[in-house]
């Protein structure tokens, strides 16, 4: 199978963290930034690690982006670069690009001009832990949208003993339970005999709103 080619434009925490993973990995990665320090830093871990100004379009070019599988954009305070490298790598024909973004008026460029993914990683984050700091049945917390949730809970006293079809909460919540974790085994498919044990963690798809009524009511103390 051929590898996918990934490139990351921007070294610093967030991109830097993204290409050590993706080299860790064994993807092919090209690391690119403006400055000479960064791009040492990264020789020994990418495939390769170029010195060069994003917002240059014929470098971009030259470097050959249009043919990679995927690029981010992890251009941290400077917004407009973030921005022009973006249009640029769209305007080449980059079929997948992901663009970082500073705040929510920066985002809103971004997907105007065609990033196919925006993060947000601070603010997200955020949402994230404060989901988890004020929860003590609620494990992890993954936003899919700004609508709908997958939420990783533990199952209460209210839920010990009942299959998955008394339980019913597809049709009581509208949420979907799509895995169940039971001493460190997960079941990725349960099926509607399968009873629920106090101390089980259960893997959890919804909208917010559906999800919140599914803790309040099903879980304990929430
Ligand atoms: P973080 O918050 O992820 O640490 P930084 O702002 O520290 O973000 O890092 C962004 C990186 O992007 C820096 O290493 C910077 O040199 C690089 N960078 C900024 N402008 C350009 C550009 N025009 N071309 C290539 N790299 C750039």
Redesign the pocket.
Known sequence: MVKKQFAV???????GSICRTLSEQGAEVLA????EE?VNEFTPIATHAVI????DESVLKSLGLRNFDHVIV?????IH?SIL?TLILKELGVKKVTAKAQNDYHEKVLRKIGADFVIHPERDMGVRIANNITSTSVLDYLELSDKHSIVEVIAGKKMDGKTLSDLDVRANYGVNIVAIKEHGYINVSPRADQTVHEGDILIIIGSDPDIDRFKKQMLDNE
């Open positions: 434009i921007g070294l610093g925490r967030f991109g690119v930034d403006i400055d960064r060069a100004d994003s917002t992890a251009i941290g305070d400077n670069a490298t």
